[in-house]
């Protein structure tokens, strides 16, 4: 692998690179390419969620699970966009409702509601937020890349601001119980350059107001680092270091977009409600 040569820090950056073009690039390009993409992420995320708790003796309904998360979120799109009809939104609760058949019917299950628990959980915790991020795109009616692409690079931002920060004056632990390396120092770093870009976003991207922009950002810092004590404690539970090796630097998708999942409810709810 090429990127082994390089530092672990090296091959962060690399990756983000990578990927920042690929996503942010889907997002510009249009609705349908940010629909395949973001789509696949979505299965991923999914599917590397159900493998690892699998891997823990825990038999969640991994196909059925992610399909009606597939579903979920095509369903989502295409009604956003004025294709389908918003009553077929309908026909998501009996698609989960046949979990509850199928594990009737398995036999020798010892645990099979915490199975089914554990299934409903995938769809709830990845499938669900990444859907929500359509009806952001779609929140003033025509597909509006810009409030998708200032969230992440918010949310980037945060991370990143949080990370190098963390790292020269990190000293006073944020919640060391779950992640030892978390610190206030850290966390008001993140804060500071995600503020930032709020501000670079609002001269640019002038749909959303200035002051809507630090609220988004004020939102992401909080709920971001929220989602990504959750996913540790998580990981905690499961005692593993990552929840994947897919993306060299950062782990698997989950590490990648713990935060995001957490943010879109509070974003969307502040852009329909707030």
């Given at each position: ?202 001269i640019y991207f002038t749909d959303i107001l200035l002051s809507e922009w630090l609220m988004i950002s004020g939102i992401i810092v ?53």
């Amino acid at each position: 692998m090429i990127l082994s040569r390089y530092n672990n820090l090296t091959q962060r950056i690399i990756t983000a690179l990578v990927g920042t073009v690929v996503v942010v690039g889907a997002i510009l390009w249009g609705p349908w390419s940010y629909f395949v993409v973001f789509l696949f992420l979505t299965i991923c995320t999914q599917i590397e969620f159900y493998n690892l708790i699998k891997a823990h003796g825990i038999v969640p309904l991994k196909y059925l699970g992610t399909f009606a998360g597939t579903l979920i979120f095509s369903l989502t799109f295409l009604v956003e966009q004025q294709i389908l009809h918003q009553n077929l939104y309908f026909a998501i609760f009996p698609l989960v409702s046949i979990i509850y058949f199928i594990k009737l019917y398995k036999k020798n299950e010892t645990r099979p509601f915490t199975n089914i628990a554990f299934t409903f959980l995938g769809i709830i915790y990845v499938a669900v937020p990444f859907s929500l991020i359509n009806v952001i795109a779609f929140n003033d009616g025509p597909y509006n890349f810009e409030p998708i692409v200032g969230m992440l690079f918010l949310l980037w931002a945060s991370d990143t601001g949080a990370y190098f920060a963390g790292t020269a004056f990190g000293k006073t632990k944020l919640f060391e119980r779950v992640s030892p390396k978390k610190s206030w120092e850290g966390s008001l770093g993140g804060a500071a350059l995600s503020l930032s870009f709020a501000f670079v976003f609002s001269i640019y991207f002038t749909d959303i107001l200035l002051s809507e922009w630090l609220m988004i950002s004020g939102i992401i810092v909080i709920t971001g680092t929220y989602g990504d004590l959750v996913e540790s404690l998580f990981k905690r539970t499961l005692e593993i270091k990552d929840s994947g090796g897919v993306l060299i630097g950062h782990g698997g998708f989950l590490d990648r977009f713990d935060g995001l999942l957490l943010s879109v409810p509070f974003i969307l709810m502040f852009l329909k409600i707030l």
